[in-house]
Structure formats: C-alpha cells, structure tokens
C-alpha cells in the first residue's frame, strides 16, 4: 500500500473521511482554517527561503501574507479583520523570535517517502515535512507548524505519530543519519511555542507496528462514520449520515419524523428526570423504614415493602483452588470475553498476536439511539 501520512490521519480520525477523500476521491473547497493554515504555512516558507541572498525583512513577509490573504472566505467584515490581525500578529511574533539569518535550513515542504516492510510486501508512507533544519552541532531538525488554537502537552508530543514518520522518512532519505539524534518539533505558531521530543531506535520499531497495524485495519475497514470532536472541521459533513441531515431543509420539515423525534427527547428527559426523583423517594422510605425496623409501609392507595437481594461474591483465588481440589476447575473456567476485547486495542499484545485473536472475532452490530438536545 502506499499511503500519505495526511491519509493515515485521517483515517484514525473517522474510516468515513478517508473513504470520502482517499478511495471516492472527493474533492471539496478547503475551510477558512484550512485556507488560513495554508497562507501562513506560504509566508513562512518565503520568510525561510534558503535560495535568498538577504534574509527576508518584517515587511516583505507582511506583504507576501497580505497579497495572499482573500476576504472572500469570511462570512462578515468583523470575522475577515479579526483573523487578519491574528495572522499578522502569528508572523510578526514568529519574525521577532526567528530572524531568518539565525537558521541553515536543509530543506523546505520537504517530500519524503518511508518505506515499512511487511512480510515480504512494501508499504510506503509519504508525506511533505514543513521544514527541516540543521543545528550548530550537526543534528537534524525537523519542523512541523501547526496553526491550531491548542497546545497540547509533552507527553502527546512525545507519543505523536506525525513525528516519528517524519523521522523514519528523513531517515529514509538521508540513511547517514540512522543512528544519529534527530530533533522533531511542533511549532504551535499562534502561541509561538516550539515543542520538541526525539524518538528511540525502539520507538520508531513500534512506530512501524503501529503504522502496519493501521494499514491491516484499512484493509478490512467497513469505513464507518465515526463522529469525533473534529467533524465541525471536516470537508465532507454534507455526505455524512451524521450530518447531511442538517443540510437538507425538506428532510428537517418533515412532520413526521421531527415529531417523534421532538417526542423521543421529551420523554427522555422526563425519564431522567423521574429516575433521579425515585432514587430520592427511595432514599425517604429507606430511611423511614430504617428509623421504624419496617420493612413495608401502608398508605391508602397501597404498601411499598423492601425485599432482601443478595448476590455471591467470590474470591477467584479460592473458588479456582476449591474447584481444583474437587476436579471441576476446566469445567468452570471461562475466558473473560469482555476483557479481552478492550485489550485488544492496548499495547498488551504483539501485531502477530493481535491478528490471531481478531480472527477468532466476528463483530455484532447494533444501533443505539443517542440524544443531544440544542
Ligand atoms: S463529519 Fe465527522 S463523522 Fe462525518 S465523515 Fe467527517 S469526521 Fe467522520
């Protein structure tokens, strides 16, 4: 397979983008962010420009940004002007703290190529690193600017995918640089912080077996909608059965449905309603009952009584020697299903022993109705 990193992303973020961008082949107009993201990415990479003979000064780079930037995205003048000082602001923090001459830039939108064996097949992930750098004492830094509004901490950018590909591309491309330091960073440039980590000969063994695993389940992906705290951000919410609903006016007039919708979430939240409420009448009769060593109270329209439950809890440890000692411990002895099943997708199995367990497992689907009220 040969896959770009972008694609893996997003299939780790939702099966159905990835079908929508990479296998239909969609094409849609990026979103103001996205176009954002690409304007100050342009800029800073005139502002890096290694082929120049005199760095780049503020004002060039202010201009370049301000010839590139397009109004026409915004829905109001107050959101065009509000992002346009923002960009301004990014590149004149990030020119005060990075004066061009201070930096011997290797390569620019670096395209690479990170081939993983498996088995005898070759996947191939590509992908385009932002910049890359070489340090004072010889190390290798590759740089990644990210436009986003949060920061996230270490240890994410310790364990972030995105770096480590980038690293074994590098790699690839420079094999020299194998068994040398390779500096990874994010530069979050809205809060001009550079966050780096580096990864271990082991780490980027693990980073092959994660990235193999991804292709094993692209290869057998149903490509379901899986909604996610970026789907405000993703291109293709008017062909998502999680959002192409609200875009099609006549659907949301129907009677029908949007009254038994309407109906559903009253009801729910009455029944919410009237739980919390018994759990608080439960607690006055118990404490009644309590108080009277009753265990039924009579009104006129009835009697309300306690009746004793009890369930057997047992120590495993006991109950297992108890079992062996009478010969019925293979009887008795059942796989936790359950466990297994959420451990499937932790670190406590090999790629090997993943796909021998997964084999044994066929899925069963079930639709459950969830309900968010506006
Ligand atoms: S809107 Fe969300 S759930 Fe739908 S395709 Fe995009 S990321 Fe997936």
Known sequence: MRISYSALDAFLICPAKYKFSEIDKIKTAKSKSALFGTWIHETLK???????????????VLSFFTKLWDKSVYSSEAEEMAAFGQGIKILKDYYAKNYPANFHIVNLESYFEAPIEDSGEIHTITGKIDRIDKLADGTFEIIDYKTGKTLPPQKDVDKNLQLSVYHLGVVNRWPSLKDKKVKLSLYFVKHGEKLSTTRSASELKETKERILEIVDKIKVSAFAPQPNSLCDWCDFKKLCPYFSHQFKKEAINDAKIKQAVKEYLEIKEKSKKDD???????????????????????????????????????????????????????????MDLTKIGKDIDSDNFTRDEKRKI?????????????????
Do not use: M, W
Not at 288 to 295: A, F, P
């Open 46 to 60: 005139v502002l890096h420009e290694p082929a120049r003979l005199t760095p780049a000064t503020e004002d060039e």
């Open 276 to 334: 919390a409420r018994i759990a608080e009448l439960a607690e006055i009769i118990n404490q009644y009952c309590d108080e009277q060593k009753l265990e039924r109270v009579f009104i006129d329209e009835g009697f309300i009584s306690r009746l004793l439950q009890g369930r057997y809890v047992y120590d495993e440890n006991k109950l297992k020697d108890a079992l062996a000692e009478i010969g019925k411990l293979d009887k008795y002895l059942t």
């Open 358 to 374: 997964e084999s044994a497992r066929t899925k069963k689907e079930f639709k459950k109705l969830s309900v968010k009220r506006k």
